[in-house]
């Protein structure tokens, strides 16, 4: 069989019963991180722009839009909702394979379930569906589709929403494995943003999950795809990777689908930046409750993993002086300022208009060099090294991120996120509601309760 034949399979045999309790608690704890960071993007004056753009004369569908009261036919709602939950970079992550998972999946698999009027549990399946397929794309060539210039989250997301919305519509196995083929004719999303600090980037999962979504409503009305779309002469890995052995390698990581779970090998992240950055900003946080004084700080040097430092490092002058904040989002030394000069690195921040002037003023005491011992993208490791002026230095070294699978974030941290991000949006009576039914509802509960909740306030 080929790969796609093969997550078909896996996907139409998996019942909600199959799942192991953890896995599925986890798939509904992403679910509502992944739903409070889009409600928070949907703020943004980029965000406001494109539901107005796309919304208007548009007639109403049965599909939420985080933030808005309007409701959209299922692939509209599916991009702006993916391209919201990516916004501000504090989206989860699959360290290993680079995979921004829920920012991809969440907005497929809940534009399917309404359009579809699914139940929670099966919202729940197709979520847990789509991370496990996923995550495997992504292990079968980790760092390879970044080495090129894409977004494995954008180019293999695109292939996993169509079968997610696939599975949602009720689709033959003949049409799930179209599905992907058509969905890979519409992979996109490069990494060419970074000269630029430009805002597409948070499109790519946004494009992904529609594109899966329009794939999936093509394959239904006859349209055919390759079923060899992952191994082909011209299948996804030859076509936007370099790695030789990527598509038998997902043969292999296919091997454990329904043994091994790999959700549980998510992270979450605590800050709205590059999660590259993330470790960096925990050794500053050290750093200053040993001397809270920066008085005496000469400069500051960091150990980056090659891996990361493409994107958070180079070009490393641009990277000191950030003009806009899309660009500030992936900069190491602006980010470390932030925490630095205790200026609270929040949604909101980077939802302003200007970057911090003193923080870019800071970013130029500290530079870099390659970290030669990393374990990257397994671990996402930091070392910084401080001088100060009386001569002495001081050496904070964090081995693997706050928030990973190693140290994870607890449940009662992702419910204070989820509270924060949603602030201006809803009444702690409706942030309440959202995490009781998330977290605790039945699995025989309509979708439909949900989405009513995220309209109100």
């Given at each position: 069989?080929?790969?796609?034949e093969?997550?078909?399979d896996?996907?139409?045999?998996l019942?909600?019963?199959d ?11 992403h679910?509502?991180d992944a739903?409070?960071?889009g409600i ?7 965000q406001q ?8 004369n ?5 599909c939420?839009v985080?933030?808005h ?6 692939a ?5 909702n ?9 989206d ?17 698999a809940?534009a ?9 549990g ?6 847990t569906?789509?991370?496990?397929v996923?995550i495997r ?6 760092g ?14 695109g292939?996993v ?11 033959s ?6 599905a ?5 004719s ?12 430009a805002?597409?980037?948070a ?9 899966g ?5 093509l394959a239904i009305?006859?349209?055919t795809?390759?079923s060899?779309?992952?191994e082909?002469?011209?299948g996804l ?26 959700l ?6 605590l ?7 993330h470790p ?14 920066l ?12 891996g990361?430092?493409?994107i ?5 002058r641009?990277k000191?002086?950030p ?16 925490v ?9 921040h ?10 870019v003023?800071?970013?130029?005491k ?8 990393a374990d990257?993208p ?16 001081s050496?904070?070294r ?6 990973s699978?190693d140290?994870?974030a607890?449940?009662a941290?992702?419910?204070?996120k989820?509270k924060?991000?949603?602030s ?9 509601a959202?995490?009781?039914l ?14 009513e909740l995220l309209?109100?306030?």
């Amino acid at each position: 069989m080929t790969h796609s034949e093969r997550m078909v399979d896996f996907a139409l045999a998996l019942s909600q019963s199959d799942i192991p309790s953890d896995v599925s608690s986890l798939a509904r704890l992403h679910t509502l991180d992944a739903l409070g960071v889009g409600i928070a993007a949907s703020g943004g004056l980029v965000q406001q722009q494109m539901a107005h753009s796309l919304l208007k004369n548009q007639a109403q569908g049965l599909c939420t839009v985080l933030g808005h009261s309007v409701s959209t036919h299922s692939a509209n709602a599916a991009l702006l909702n993916g391209s919201f939950i990516h916004a501000l970079e504090y989206d989860d992550t699959h360290m290993a394979s680079i995979v921004h998972g829920s920012a991809v999946i969440v907005p497929a698999a809940l534009a399917a379930a309404e359009q579809n009027q699914l139940s929670l549990g099966e919202l729940t399946r197709l979520i847990t569906i789509g991370w496990e397929v996923l995550i495997r794309v992504g292990l079968a060539a980790p760092g390879a589709f970044q080495r090129r210039g894409f977004q494995v989250t954008s180019v293999g997301g695109g292939l996993v929403s169509a079968l997610l919305s696939g599975l949602a519509a009720g689709a033959s196995r003949n049409q799930l494995v179209s599905a992907q083929g058509i969905a890979g004719s519409q992979a996109s999303g490069i990494f060419e943003f970074l000269s630029e600090g430009a805002t597409v980037k948070a499109m790519h999962p946004g494009w992904a999950a529609h594109s899966g979504s329009m794939a999936a409503t093509l394959a239904i009305a006859g349209m055919t795809g390759p079923s060899t779309v992952y191994e082909g002469r011209f299948g996804l890995y030859n076509t936007y990777t370099d790695h030789a052995d990527a598509a038998s390698a997902l043969g292999q990581e296919l091997n454990s689908l329904g043994q091994a779970w790999t959700l549980r090998e998510a992270a979450f992240k605590l800050f709205p930046c590059c999660h590259y950055i993330h470790p960096f900003l925990e050794a500053v946080q050290q750093l200053k409750l040993q001397n809270s004084s920066l008085q005496n700080i000469q400069s500051i040097e960091c150990k980056v993993p090659q891996g990361a430092a493409a994107i958070i490092c180079e070009p490393w002058r641009r990277k000191q002086t950030p003009t806009i904040l899309n660009e500030a989002k992936y900069s190491l030394p602006y980010c470390m300022a932030l925490v630095f000069l205790d200026i609270p690195i929040t949604a909101q921040h980077f939802l302003s208009d200007t970057v911090n002037a003193e923080a870019v003023a800071f970013a130029q005491k500290i530079s870099w060099t390659p970290m030669l011992d990393a374990d990257f993208p397994n671990k996402f490791q930091a070392e910084i090294e401080v001088h100060h002026t009386s001569g002495n230095a001081s050496i904070i070294r964090i081995d693997q991120v706050k928030g990973s699978a190693d140290r994870p974030a607890s449940v009662a941290e992702i419910e204070t996120k989820f509270k924060s991000n949603t602030s201006a949006r809803f009444k702690t009576q409706t942030q309440n509601a959202v995490i009781d039914l998330i977290l605790q509802g039945a699995n025989d509960l309509p979708v439909a309760k949900l989405s009513e909740l995220l309209v109100s306030r």
